[in-house]
């Protein structure tokens, strides 16, 4: 965490210097003056991930940028998209002996009552599903739209320290962000309880989240990591490479959950 | 048995950690991706709503005895973007469904797709393996 916060810091700082005018040499003599660069022509500071993102149906990249981040430990949970693991496979994952008593007494149907089918997963496993994303990319805030249960994420690239151990938990979590070079670095944490696979295994409010988001080839693709631990629930660290693809002009829709759809289940 | 009651006291002690566990609609879970099934008679429901919509149907079984049917789709959100609405279906309309059958033997599918009398698709079929 203090890694991050210090990475945030410096990008924020180089981000401040790069844009601030360089101080006049008062004797440097009036030569050698450089043609100032058009507005239009000046390179963005950071690479602008807005537009609407379609998720892609086959196998993600696996961005060898991005995977040169992530820890040795990490496990590939290899689910994204739409397919889904069987009951007691895990991806690799290693369940703490609590959270895998939980997953083995977890029953499908379980879950299709009023109460719980309208209830959205986190960001876990929400991000990865076959359900598009909609940026929205600004300096201070970027905010990340999904079509999966009408979830709205904030990444707030104007703080560098989570909030207080005692506030609220919640599916989407509190997001700080910063950019390494060129790609966008999440740390997300205060997530509510949820489920990881989608077949009982569940994190719990303690999980943490790093994802990193990077532009593919010409912009028409984002490619992203999301790495998750959970000093409860999991012995191990997991990953899900996600790849989208660009689909200018198109939105997401709203989802607007009915549990109607549960009262088959209770017949 | 012992142990299985510890188990199911560790269960309940990580839950009660973890607050009031979210959960969802599983494919993997419900479903048999291996096989597939079609069947064709005439709509009693269709409730396209999020997160899955349901199709019930009456099919008339070997025996020529009716049986109740029902079907389970994708998102009606994922749906939309394939040329589904909640006009696609009709109450007394007579389609056909292929699907994935239900793991625990129940008049009970997954929609892989839909026509109608005439043969002509309804919407268009979702990607091989999505099960959202």
């Given amino acids: ?267 | 048995m012992r142990k299985a009651i510890g188990s199911l006291c560790f269960a309940a002690a990580f839950l009660a950690c973890v607050g009031a566990a979210e959960a969802h609609h599983s494919f993997a879970a419900f479903f048999d991706s291996e096989k597939t099934k079609t069947i064709t008679g005439k709509v009693t429901k269709f409730l396209f709503v999020n997160p899955h919509g349901t199709i019930e149907m009456d099919v008339k079984g070997a025996g020529g005895k009716t049986e109740a049917w029902r079907v389970e789709t994708n998102a009606p959100v994922l749906l939309r973007r394939l040329g589904w609405t909640k006009e696609s279906i009709s109450y007394g309309q007579t389609i056909t469904i292929v699907g994935w059958p239900a793991r625990d033997g129940a008049n009970y599918l997954r929609l892989q797709r839909a026509t109608d009398e005439a043969g002509k698709p309804i919407g268009r079929s979702m990607a091989t393996g999505d099960q959202q």
């Fill in chain 1, 1 to 267: 965490m203090l890694r991050a916060s210090a990475a945030v810091t410096a990008a924020l700082a180089a981000v401040a210097c790069s844009s601030a005018p360089a101080p006049e040499a008062l004797s440097a003599p009036p030569a050698a003056v450089t043609e100032p660069v058009p507005p239009a022509q000046q390179k963005p500071a950071h690479p602008d991930l807005s537009g609407f993102w379609s998720l892609n149906r086959g196998k993600p990249v696996r961005d060898p940028v991005l995977a040169a981040k992530l820890p040795a430990d990490t496990v590939i949970v290899d689910d994204t998209g739409g397919a889904e693991l069987p009951i007691g496979d895990y991806g690799g994952l290693k369940p703490k002996p609590k959270a895998l008593a939980v997953a083995k007494a977890w029953k499908p149907a379980d879950d299709m009552t009023l109460d719980k089918v309208c209830s959205p997963p986190s960001i876990i496993y929400a991000l990865q599903g076959p359900f598009p994303i909609e940026i929205y990319q600004g300096t201070e805030l970027i905010v990340m739209k999904l079509e999966y249960y009408d979830m709205v994420r904030i990444i707030f690239m104007n703080r560098t320290e989570h909030l207080p151990p005692d506030a609220p938990h919640t599916k989407v979590g509190d997001s700080i962000g910063h950019w390494e070079s060129d790609t966008l670095v999440v740390d997300t944490t205060h997530l509510e309880a949820a489920t990881i696979t989608n077949n009982g295994l569940f994190h719990s409010e303690n999980a943490h989240v790093v994802e990193r988001f990077r532009l593919g080839v010409e912009g028409k693709t984002l490619n992203a990591t999301q790495e998750f631990e959970d000093p409860d629930a999991l012995e191990n660290r997991g990953v899900r490479f996600i790849t989208w693809t660009a689909r200018p002009g198109d939105h997401v829709f709203p989802y607007e959950c009915d549990p109607r759809f549960a009262e088959n289940y209770n017949k």
